[in-house]
């Protein structure tokens, strides 16, 4: 049995992708998810999505994996892979469900006029931040893609950022006025368990309460989902 844990996933197919661009997609739940455990089940083809990170909250020292230990209610699984498509994995609750906040903001930042990352999973009605770590201007212009509702759009002079709060879950568009070729998603997801697959549609949670809950894939215009009860130890389940 082997485990990978890290709180980084890189995306190489995106169809937001900038060519060649290499971003980490930081996940944006709190410290549970950052724990990513895979099982051995599908190890061999998530190591190739999973990358070490600098940015590994603190908070991960005390998982259960960092001590050698299996995770408690894991649930690992497989998504349908969409070619040139990212799938993210919701684990959303059956039952009215509440989380604690999130332990540490989600950023998004803009380096050589590139966003990165160029997807952010993020916490409906939780802070994120919008940094300028360039030396140019640069402004940030959000909306929602399926409503086309304007989230923000801010002047964020070098060195400055902007903190929002997005108050409904779906995907963003993330521009700059200013240098057009500049875009980037953000996924805002209520529920704290969210993840990018793999390249092969490998995903997995930790910690996941027992009960019941909805497994929901959105892989570019493909939405899936499965229901899934969630018991002790590994929850193994595949979506197709
Ligand atoms: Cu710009």
Known sequence: MFWVRDSMFWVRDSRFGVPGSRFGVHRSTF??????????????????SVAP????????????????APPINSVVGKAPSAAG???????????????????EVPVMDQVGETFGPELLLVRTG???EFRNSDDTLHNVHVMHEDTHEPAFNVAIPTGSSYTHTFTRDGFYHVGCDIHPAMAASVFAASSPF??????DG?????????????IVVVAGQRRLQKDVEVGQGLTQVTVE
């Open 85 to 103: 498509a990212v799938a993210i994995v919701v684990l959303e609750p059956r039952t009215p469900r509440e989380f604690p906040a999130q332990t």
């Open 126 to 128: 939780q802070p994120v």
């Open 194 to 199: 969210s993840a990018i697959a793999g390249a």
């Open 31 to 48: 410290s549970v998810l950052a724990s990513s455990v895979v099982c051995c089940a599908i190890a061999a083809a998530c190591s190739k």
């Open 202 to 214: 490998g995903f997995a949670f930790t910690d996941v309460p027992a009960g019941a809950w909805r």
């Open 53 to 68: 990170s600098a940015q590994a909250p603190a908070a991960t020292a005390a998982s259960p994996a960092a001590a050698g």
